[in-house]
């Protein structure tokens, strides 16, 4: 029962490179969503999807990209890295039933230098 | 809009004691309510949830939850902390009118002292 999982789990980046953290779900939710969580700052929403072939912003979306391709994938995009987007990074999925619970994978330890 | 809040950035409790982390809400339509915990360098994990029902709450490692309607509260207890228990707690609200959007708090960091 793998859940949310997320790699990379570390990643140093210099400024201007991009990547893609990648996230999968073996759950059939068809809500994910992105996080990244600063000191002090909570979680905050980056993107976040209701369903394969549809994506949304959140909170603070400049910078990243996201698809959904499938139900099980969403990866999140940098496109060109900034020392502002160091942080960690959680995705997150659940079902449309608001009463089910939220899972979350275990993190993507991201550093821009 | 619906949203979260955790008055304290911080709750300091020794152990053998009641912890009472608080969490206040704001949604509309039916409340989902969730509390989450994250331990050093680890992805959130669930800990109780209110969908309807009983108004308390019982949930993993002896941890509870009360909801209040009329004061749209949802505070995390627990009778006998443990150094354990020091992390970081995240409550969480969802709507039946807001297609399942997930709002959180800005967190509380729980410690435990010996």
């Known amino acids: 029962n793998a859940g949310v999982t997320q790699t990379p789990k570390f990643q140093v980046l210099k400024t201007g490179q991009s990547m893609t953290l990648q996230c999968a779900q073996d759950?059939?939710?068809?809500?994910m969503s992105w996080y990244r969580q600063d000191p002090g700052m909570g979680l905050r929403l980056i993107h976040y999807s209701v369903g394969a072939g549809i994506t949304d912003q959140g909170e603070v979306p400049n910078g990243y990209n996201v698809s959904r391709s499938t139900t099980e994938d969403f990866p999140l995009r940098l496109l060109s890295a900034a020392p502002s987007q160091t942080s960690v990074y959680f995705c997150a999925s659940t079902s449309w039933e608001p009463g089910n619970t939220i899972y979350f994978g275990e993190g993507s330890w991201l550093t821009v230098v | 809009a619906q949203s979260v809040a955790q008055p304290e950035d911080q709750v300091n409790v020794a152990e053998g004691n009641p912890l009472t982390v608080k969490c206040t809400y704001s949604v509309s339509g039916n409340p989902y309510l969730f509390w989450y915990v994250q331990y050093p360098n680890r992805g959130l994990q669930f800990l109780l949830k209110y969908i309807t029902g009983d108004n308390l709450v019982k949930g993993s490692y002896g941890f509870e939850a009360e909801f209040n309607k009329s004061q749209t509260s949802f505070h995390l207890k627990k009778p006998s902390a443990l150094v354990s228990d020091s992390a970081l707690y995240f409550c969480a609200v969802r709507s039946n009118t807001n297609a399942g959007k997930s709002t959180f708090g800005d967190g509380t960091t729980l410690t435990v002292k010996p």
């Open positions: 759950m059939n939710h068809e809500y």
